[in-house]
């Protein structure tokens, strides 16, 4: 039999925006409406596709003390996927705990399960009389669950077997270590798919047998790395048990990204305004003219840097993005734009002075021309420093083994340390 369910996590209802500067009054109410408005799409995305059941793995709130529209707003949804037959299993996280958590709903629909915490919970979809999957889910009691919940779970019950956890795999240093586990632990229980919550980046950790899956937050709440771009959930399609390759799809209303600009070969200050601008404005096309909140960088080497260091140029270089772009939905908002540039540099006189720096250089271009080799240097160099001190290098970068971010990270080096007088 053939069916498909939903898989999201982190939804975070109605929580605030972090990490900004003073929003105008349009940004500001579309920015505050926009993590429950994506919820009324991901609720409408399982109606028009037919699932089965959704799955929301923990972080419904943002904190114990949940607001009252949020929760209202969510029951909402899940009166609307239960008047359709769709079935709902909620499993709470660490921002959502249930023992330490206020809740305003004291009746849920018949087909919604809300997952307690003392045990695992396991529950059958049934569609026509017929059983098409067992749900084993937990939620977290308190906020720092460190107990490995994964190994509670175990396969029982008919047809396909998924579980639902919010948690830390791998121990990632972006997020708390709650609820620690690694995915051999997940492979262990003989499930089909881990529905997993916590991890606000988008990961497939295991492809089939089991899937083990993060869908990523439903919105960005910020402009960090971990919430730039596409945000949304997961649709997955089973067939004879067997689980296809989840399908994401964007669900999320306002979206933050980050623009990185180049200044070689820009002549002027209006040039780099342009550039900026028409960077943005291709970002927005690209993302289905949803509505933006960007952040530019203006990188590289050239005679513009002299002008983007005088006093209040950069201030003002962001007032006249804003003013071009204007207030209209859905809008293009510039929050700050900052300028990690360095003076022109000849880069092939460089290399060849035989000194420290030339050697850098040389491993920087070794380096370069392997994508691995960039993602394993990040890993091993970059991981471990404090956040604020790698922001202060190089800037807020998305991927630090990406392109445009590694020819930053170059250019500040060469920049430091020409400096420093260390060349």
Same mark, same amino acid.
């Given at each position: 039999?053939?069916? /498909?369910?939903?898989?999201?996590?982190?939804? @975070?209802?109605?929580?605030?925006?972090?990490?900004?500067?003073?929003?105008?009054?349009?940004? !500001?109410?579309?920015?505050?409406?926009?993590?429950?408005? #994506?919820?009324?799409?991901?609720?409408?995305? !399982?109606?028009?596709?037919?699932?089965?059941?959704?799955?929301? #793995?923990?972080?419904?709130?943002?904190?114990?003390?949940?607001?009252?529209?949020?929760?209202?707003?969510?029951?909402?949804?899940?009166?609307?996927?239960?008047?359709?037959?769709?079935?709902?299993?909620?499993? @709470?996280?660490?921002?959502?705990?249930?023992?330490?958590?206020?809740?305003?709903?004291?009746?849920?629909? *018949?087909?919604?399960?809300?997952?307690?915490?003392?045990?695992?919970?396991?529950?059958?979809?049934?569609?026509?009389?017929?059983?098409?999957?067992?749900?084993?889910?937990?939620?977290?009691?308190?906020?720092?669950?460190?107990?490995? $919940?994964?190994?509670?779970?175990? /396969?029982?019950?008919?047809?396909?077997?998924? %579980?639902?956890? @919010?948690?830390?795999?791998?121990?990632?240093?972006?997020?708390?270590?709650?609820?620690?586990?690694?995915?051999?632990?997940?492979?262990?229980?003989?499930?089909?798919?881990?529905?997993?919550? @916590?991890?606000?980046?988008?990961?497939?950790?295991?492809?089939?047998?089991?899937?083990?899956?993060?869908? %990523?937050?439903?919105?960005?709440?910020?402009?960090?790395?971990?919430?730039?771009? *596409?945000?949304?959930?997961?649709?997955?399609?089973?067939?004879?048990?067997?689980?296809?390759?989840?399908?994401?799809?964007?669900?999320?209303?306002?979206?933050?990204?980050?623009?990185?600009?180049?200044?070689?070969?820009?002549?002027?200050?209006?040039?780099?305004?342009?550039?900026?601008?028409?960077?943005?404005?291709?970002?927005?096309?690209?993302?289905?003219?949803?509505?933006?909140?960007?952040?530019?960088?203006?990188?590289?080497?050239?005679?513009?840097?002299?002008?983007?260091?005088?006093? %209040?140029?950069?201030?003002? $270089?962001?007032?006249?993005?804003?003013?071009?772009?204007?207030?209209?939905?859905?809008?293009?908002?510039?929050?700050?734009?900052?300028?990690?540039?360095? *003076?022109?540099?000849?880069?092939?006189? $460089?290399?060849?002075? %035989?000194?420290? $720096?030339?050697?850098?250089?040389?491993?920087?271009?070794?380096?370069?021309?392997?994508?691995?080799?960039?993602?394993?240097?990040?890993?091993?160099?970059?991981?471990?420093?404090?956040?604020?001190?790698?922001?202060?290098?190089?800037?807020?970068?998305?991927?630090?083994?990406?392109?445009?971010?590694? /020819?930053?990270?170059?250019? /500040?080096?060469?920049?430091?340390?020409?400096?420093?007088?260390?060349?």
């Amino acid at each position: 039999m053939t069916f /498909r369910f939903v898989h999201a996590a982190d939804l @975070h209802l109605d929580t605030p925006f972090e990490g900004l500067r003073r929003l105008s009054p349009l940004v !500001a109410e579309a920015a505050q409406d926009a993590s429950l408005d #994506a919820f009324d799409a991901l609720v409408a995305l !399982a109606i028009d596709r037919g699932a089965a059941f959704v799955l929301f #793995a923990g972080d419904i709130y943002d904190g114990p003390e949940r607001g009252t529209r949020a929760q209202i707003r969510f029951l909402r949804g899940l009166e609307r996927l239960d008047e359709r037959g769709i079935q709902s299993f909620v499993a @709470h996280g660490n921002h959502d705990p249930v023992v330490s958590g206020w809740s305003a709903i004291r009746a849920w629909p *018949p087909r919604v399960t809300v997952f307690g915490h003392q045990s695992v919970g396991s529950v059958p979809v049934e569609v026509g009389g017929k059983e098409l999957a067992t749900v084993h889910g937990i939620s977290f009691g308190s906020r720092a669950v460190t107990e490995n $919940l994964a190994l509670r779970f175990k /396969r029982s019950g008919a047809g396909f077997q998924v %579980g639902l956890l @919010h948690c830390n795999v791998g121990g990632d240093p972006n997020h708390d270590l709650y609820s620690p586990c690694t995915v051999d632990d997940l492979r262990d229980f003989g499930l089909d798919y881990w529905a997993l919550g @916590h991890i606000h980046a988008r990961r497939v950790l295991h492809e089939g047998d089991p899937w083990v899956v993060y869908p %990523g937050n439903l919105q960005g709440r910020s402009p960090k790395p971990s919430e730039l771009g *596409p945000k949304g959930a997961v649709i997955v399609e089973v067939d004879g048990g067997t689980a296809a390759a989840p399908e994401f799809i964007e669900l999320d209303r306002v979206r933050f990204e980050q623009v990185l600009v180049d200044i070689a070969g820009l002549g002027d200050l209006a040039d780099a305004q342009k550039a900026l601008r028409d960077a943005g404005r291709e970002l927005q096309q690209e993302s289905a003219d949803r509505s933006l909140l960007l952040r530019g960088v203006l990188t590289g080497g050239g005679p513009l840097h002299t002008d983007l260091r005088r006093e %209040g140029v950069v201030k003002e $270089l962001l007032r006249s993005l804003r003013d071009e772009e204007g207030e209209v939905l859905p809008f293009v908002w510039w929050d700050r734009v900052e300028d990690v540039t360095r *003076p022109e540099v000849d880069f092939d006189t $460089l290399k060849g002075r %035989g000194d420290f $720096l030339a050697e850098v250089l040389a491993l920087a271009e070794e380096v370069d021309a392997d994508v691995e080799a960039r993602r394993v240097f990040a890993e091993d160099h970059l991981a471990n420093l404090p956040g604020a001190r790698l922001q202060r290098l190089v800037g807020e970068l998305p991927n630090a083994a990406g392109e445009a971010a590694w /020819r930053t990270a170059v250019d /500040r080096a060469v920049d430091l340390l020409l400096e420093d007088g260390a060349a």
